[in-house]
């Protein structure tokens, strides 16, 4: 090869160590030979990986693995790149044809662990992942990833001994410290659990990582309050920014002077109700801020008050509908029988969202066998279009169409009796409505905020009640518990007819 191929490949190379992925992308494919290079196109298709640009991760590192000369080392980089595109079935053979010819390949031991974990072969996974965990030493990562299955197969302490284990390794791992937190969190360990879930917005968690807003003044940690400005920057999904705008309350108590509070559109005119805002941002405006002294996250506040489960600030209500709202929703509303709202879906984009979700309305169907119930459907977004085929056959009045935003949801879950959901945002907005809710949570992955084995909340004392799974994926048994628990409420009186 001519010399400036061999330079060209050292600045690739130098570029990709750099972690300055797209330069040494461009340095390779404009190199001198670049197509006939499998050493350029090596860390062309690396440099791809990493930018997730898999169609040319595909391609290079593809013809790395067919070249003449190909290393087993170059067969496990192919298979990442078809395990990332999610091509399971082309990755696994290539992934057990390095391991045939190197049984010692640890990254493609850890590899295969995971794709067996991400298909739900969690015995596989976890006899492989033990197979790295008994080398020396071991890679901070095989600790993370058998802690992950642990986590997954309800081993809590396994889970947070290797958890552990990262952070002795790297204490600069955050996704290890988050994930150690939210187990903590889980079982109501709060005082660690908060210190670990502020790693939640380091960069090095890559996608997974909370952004922080660029902001002239300086975030909140512990400083007096008495007579400082405050702004409240929302975060994450609706459902964090209602649990967690309680602690507006505290900040006020704390001597805040003023808050500010900055949130997504839909909740403007929910969060108007709440004591202690003087003014409600929605999110992506251009606004003029009150030169706050200071700002924070919500999920900072708990930790910074140093919250326990007997701390909570849990007075209900916390927010509230408008009066004139309730009175044009309740227009809509059954005037007789038990009024009950329904959500059985969440957002499609949330992580666990296969989980949590049931598979459809038809899921509830058991429900309607309780008599002197009507039902009323909340649902927003997937699973609405299911409403009208439904109730061909059972009756149910769609609502969840006509909802602009949470103030409507509000206003209609103010004339109800009762809300049975998924774990979403509206399980959320009832609590702090003191309305009561009850709520279905999948077996895996249930969400630490709803804690371990309990069938009520902390967080919304006396409004939520928790209906689990028993095993994964059996929406039958805690259907049939809310459909037992309905048939023992008391049924409401019908409304009186008023004439002259």
């Known amino acids: 090869m001519p010399v400036n191929h061999d330079a060209a490949l050292q600045a690739a190379r130098a570029h990709y160590r750099a972690g300055?992925?797209?330069?040494?992308?461009?340095?390779?494919?404009?190199?001198?030979?670049?197509?006939?290079?499998?050493?350029?196109?090596?860390?062309?298709?690396?440099?791809?990986?990493?930018?997730?640009?898999?169609?040319?991760?595909?391609?290079?590192?593809?013809?790395?693995?067919?070249?003449?000369?190909a290393t087993e080392d170059d067969r496990y980089n192919f298979a990442i790149a078809l395990a990332r595109a999610e091509r399971f079935a082309e990755a696994e053979p290539m992934l057990r044809s390095v391991l045939a010819a190197e049984p010692r390949h640890l990254r493609a031991v850890g590899a295969l662990a995971g794709l067996c974990f991400g298909q739900a072969r969690f015995d596989e996974a976890d006899a492989l992942y033990r197979e790295v965990l008994a080398t020396d030493p071991v890679p901070a990562d095989a600790h993370l990833n058998f802690a992950l299955l642990c986590l997954r197969r309800k081993r809590f302490a396994?889970?947070?001994?290797?958890?552990?284990?990262?952070?002795?390794?790297?204490?600069?791992?955050?996704?290890?410290?988050?994930?150690?937190?939210?187990?903590?969190?889980?079982?109501?360990?709060?005082?660690?659990?908060?210190?670990?879930?502020?790693?939640?917005?380091?960069?090095?968690?890559?996608?997974?990582?909370?952004?922080l807003p660029r902001l002239p003044f300086a975030r909140w940690q512990g400083e007096s309050l008495a007579g400082k400005r405050f702004l409240l920057w929302f975060e994450q999904g609706f459902g964090d920014q209602i649990q967690f705008c309680r602690y507006v309350s505290r900040l006020r108590e704390a001597g805040a002077s003023s808050i500010e509070l900055?949130?997504?559109?839909?909740?403007?005119?929910?969060?108007?109700?709440?004591?202690?805002v003087d003014r409600v941002i929605p999110f992506g405006t251009d606004t003029t801020f009150s030169r706050p002294d200071f700002w924070a996250l919500p999920l900072d506040l708990p930790g910074l008050f140093a919250t326990d489960i007997a701390s909570i600030p849990a007075r209900l209500p916390y927010l509230a509908a408008q009066g004139d709202e309730i009175s044009r929703w309740a227009a809509r509303l059954p005037t007789a029988g038990l009024?009950?709202?329904?959500?059985?879906?969440?957002?499609?984009?949330?992580?666990?969202?296969?989980?949590?979700?049931?598979?459809?309305?038809?899921?509830?169907?058991?429900?309607?066998?309780?008599?002197?119930?009507?039902?009323?459907?909340?649902?927003?977004?997937?699973?609405?279009?299911?409403?009208?085929?439904?109730?061909?056959?059972?009756?149910?009045?769609?609502?969840?169409?006509?909802?602009?935003?949470?103030?409507?949801?509000?206003?209609?879950?103010?004339?109800?009796d009762l809300v049975i959901c998924v774990d979403t945002a509206i399980a959320?907005?009832?609590?702090?409505?003191?309305?009561?809710?009850?709520?279905?949570?999948?077996?895996?992955?249930?969400?630490?905020?709803?804690?371990?084995?309990?069938?009520?909340?902390?967080?919304?004392?006396?409004?939520?009640?928790?209906?689990?799974?028993?095993?994964?994926?059996?929406?039958?048994?805690?259907?049939?518990?809310?459909?037992?628990?309905l048939a023992r409420l008391p049924s409401r009186p019908a409304a009186k007819a008023t004439g002259p």
């Not at 330069?23 to 001198?32: K, V």
């Not at 290797?162 to 791992?173: E, K, M, Y």
């Not at 900055?262 to 202690?276: K, T, W």
């Not at 630490?448 to 929406?475: I, M």
């Open 428 to 485: 959320h907005l009832a609590g702090a409505l003191d309305k009561p809710c009850w709520v279905m949570l999948p077996d895996e992955n249930t969400d630490w905020r709803w804690l371990r084995e309990r069938e009520d909340s902390p967080w919304y004392p006396g409004a939520v009640r928790l209906f689990r799974q028993s095993s994964p994926g059996d929406w039958s048994g805690a259907v049939a518990r809310v459909r037992d628990a």
């Open 20 to 69: 300055c992925f797209q330069a040494a992308l461009q340095q390779a494919e404009s190199a001198p030979g670049f197509a006939g290079s499998a050493s350029l196109l090596r860390v062309a298709g690396l440099s791809a990986l990493a930018l997730a640009s898999l169609e040319l991760a595909l391609e290079y590192l593809g013809g790395v693995a067919r070249s003449a000369g």
């Open 262 to 276: 900055v949130c997504a559109p839909p909740l403007c005119r929910l969060m108007e109700s709440l004591a202690g």
């Open 339 to 416: 009024r009950v709202g329904l959500v059985w879906k969440g957002s499609s984009a949330h992580a666990n969202d296969s989980h949590r979700s049931l598979p459809s309305l038809a899921t509830l169907a058991p429900l309607w066998a309780v008599a002197g119930v009507r039902f009323v459907s909340l649902q927003k977004g997937q699973g609405e279009e299911e409403v009208k085929r439904f109730a061909t056959s059972r009756p149910i009045v769609d609502l969840g169409s006509q909802i602009a935003d949470f103030a409507d949801c509000a206003a209609i879950i103010a004339g109800l």
């Open 158 to 211: 396994e889970a947070e001994h290797h958890f552990r284990r990262v952070l002795a390794i790297d204490p600069g791992h955050h996704e290890a410290a988050f994930n150690l937190g939210t187990l903590l969190l889980a079982q109501g360990r709060f005082d660690e659990g908060w210190l670990h879930c502020r790693r939640r917005t380091e960069p090095r968690r890559g996608h997974a990582a909370v952004s």
